[in-house]
Each structure stands twice: as structure tokens, then as C-alpha cells.
């Protein structure tokens, strides 16, 4: 599962590194385009966030 994770946390971070998205749209564009299901997806991000590697400020998420 670690492996997987890490897998989702770096497809996130990838799409941050193209531009900033709303966390709606991003979420969603993750979801859609991988064999994650929406809760693990939200797991990622919320861990991604907790560690400080993104933020999220007025719905828009960006990378640290």
C-alpha cells in the first residue's frame, strides 16, 4: 500500500508542478485519470497537505 501511495502523492505533486489547480478540479482529474477511488485520493492529499508538501489558500492548491 506504501508503494501505492507514493505512486498517488507523486501523480499529485506532478500535476502541482505544471500550475496551480482547484482543489476540486484536481482531486476530480486524479481520480478520473488513475485507478484511485476518491477516498484514497483524499487520503493522499490531506497527507500531502499535513506534511507540508502542498497548501491549499482560497480553494487553489499549490506545491511548497
Known amino acids: 500500500m506504501e508503494s501505492n501511495t ?3 502523492g507523486e501523480e499529485i505533486l506532478s500535476r502541482l508542478s ?3 489547480w482547484a482543489k476540486q478540479f484536481l482531486i476530480e482529474a486524479v481520480v478520473d485519470e488513475t485507478e484511485y ?3 484514497a485520493v483524499l487520503r493522499v492529499f490531506d497527507e500531502l ?3 507540508g ?4 489558500f482560497n480553494g487553489v492548491v499549490k506545491r511548497t
Open 6 to 8: 507514493r505512486n498517488l
Open 18 to 20: 505544471r500550475g496551480a
Open 37 to 39: 477511488d476518491r477516498e
Open 49 to 51: 497537505e499535513n506534511t
Open 53 to 56: 508538501r502542498i497548501y491549499t
